[in-house]
């Protein structure tokens, strides 16, 4: 059975104000590399807390080879505090990946923990749901045989979409009276959208000058469920990216095919913070 791959938090949830101070860290002569003790002391995050964040900070592409990434350092200069709708999808997107990432992905979501299951396996198929509906689904795919601890990992999961100091405002799930709704989002703007385009094209299309609009329309943990969408919304979502210039759509006959417009994926993110 897979792993659930979520004790990087040690229970500590996502928080913006902790974030920064870590990414402030950064910033400094030693960067990340130095002692527990001194990292302690330049982010003035307690000895339990510190890794947590590092860790959150990495899985949410803000932190690459214990420096900025590069879309970190666009963010940043525009989104100093890291509070736009933007910032929230783009952790989101990359938090979405577990630990791995923008490798090839796996036969089974699952297979890369927890947080990659619960948006590509179990929200396509649960747009409402509770805690325990999550924790019984799940205690079937996990080699985790106490329910406390998926509950505990998954609670931890739900909050990084339902606080204010995380990334609530994406609306990619809400709550109201112990019920989680998904499937109602409040998308970021075309470019940050062609931007995960842009990458998940890359990585399971390299440089190929076109594809099937289906290729797209049913990507494997692709652009569909990471926005929370149906197929129906994400074509939706490619009438819009054509006009801003970022794709073009071909379909005077069938089947439909999509080329990509842009140059670079960072571009796309910096546009997106203009």
């Given at each position: 059975?897979?792993?659930?791959?979520?004790?990087?938090?040690?229970t500590?949830?996502?928080?913006?104000e902790?974030?920064?101070?870590?990414?402030?860290?950064?910033?400094?002569?030693?960067?990340?590399?130095?002692?527990?003790?001194?990292?302690?002391?330049?982010?003035?995050?307690?000895?339990?807390k510190?890794?947590?964040?590092?860790?959150w900070?990495?899985?949410?592409?803000?932190?690459?080879?214990?420096?900025?990434?590069?879309?970190?350092?666009?963010?940043?200069?525009?989104?100093?505090?890291?509070?736009?709708?933007?910032?929230?999808?783009?952790?989101?997107?990359?938090?979405?990946?577990?630990?791995?990432?923008?490798?090839?992905?796996?036969?089974?979501?699952?297979?890369?923990?927890?947080?990659?299951?619960?948006?590509?396996?179990?929200?396509?198929?649960?747009?409402?749901?509770?805690?325990?509906?999550?924790?019984?689904?799940?205690?079937?795919?996990?080699?985790?045989?106490?329910p406390?601890?998926?509950?505990?990992?998954?609670?931890?999961?739900?909050?990084?979409?339902?606080?204010?100091?995380?990334?609530?405002?994406?609306?990619?799930?809400?709550?109201?009276?112990s019920?989680?709704?998904?499937?109602?989002?409040?998308?970021?703007?075309?470019?940050?959208?062609g931007?995960?385009?842009?990458?998940?094209?890359?990585?399971?299309?390299?440089?190929?000058?076109?594809?099937?609009?289906?290729?797209?329309?049913?990507?494997?943990?692709?652009?569909?469920?990471?926005?929370?969408?149906?197929?129906?919304?994400?074509?939706?979502?490619?009438?819009?990216?054509?006009?801003y210039?970022?794709?073009?759509q071909?379909?005077?006959?069938?089947?439909?095919?999509?080329?990509?417009?842009?140059?670079?994926?960072?571009?796309?993110?910096?546009?997106?913070?203009?």
């Amino acid at each position: 059975m897979p792993k659930l791959q979520l004790s990087f938090h040690s229970t500590f949830a996502l928080k913006k104000e902790d974030l920064l101070k870590v990414l402030n860290a950064i910033s400094q002569e030693k960067g990340l590399d130095d002692s527990l003790e001194n990292l302690m002391e330049r982010t003035s995050l307690g000895n339990q807390k510190v890794r947590p964040m590092i860790s959150w900070a990495t899985r949410g592409g803000l932190i690459e080879n214990k420096s900025l990434s590069e879309e970190a350092k666009i963010i940043l200069k525009s989104d100093p505090y890291l509070e736009s709708l933007n910032t929230n999808w783009f952790m989101h997107f990359y938090l979405s990946f577990g630990s791995n990432g923008l490798k090839t992905p796996p036969d089974d979501p699952a297979e890369w923990g927890g947080w990659t299951y619960f948006v590509y396996s179990f929200l396509p198929q649960y747009k409402s749901f509770t805690l325990n509906e999550l924790q019984n689904n799940s205690s079937l795919i996990f080699d985790e045989d106490k329910p406390e601890i998926l509950v505990k990992n998954f609670r931890i999961v739900l909050r990084t979409y339902t606080e204010s100091q995380a990334l609530a405002s994406c609306k990619f799930l809400t709550l109201e009276n112990s019920q989680y709704q998904a499937g109602n989002p409040q998308l970021p703007n075309p470019y940050l959208v062609g931007y995960f385009l842009a990458k998940l094209w890359e990585r399971d299309f390299n440089k190929q000058g076109s594809l099937l609009t289906e290729s797209i329309l049913k990507q494997k943990m692709g652009l569909a469920p990471v926005l929370g969408i149906t197929i129906e919304a994400l074509q939706e979502q490619l009438n819009t990216l054509e006009a801003y210039g970022i794709i073009e759509q071909i379909r005077a006959v069938p089947p439909f095919q999509i080329v990509p417009r842009w140059d670079d994926s960072l571009n796309l993110l910096k546009k997106a913070y203009e």
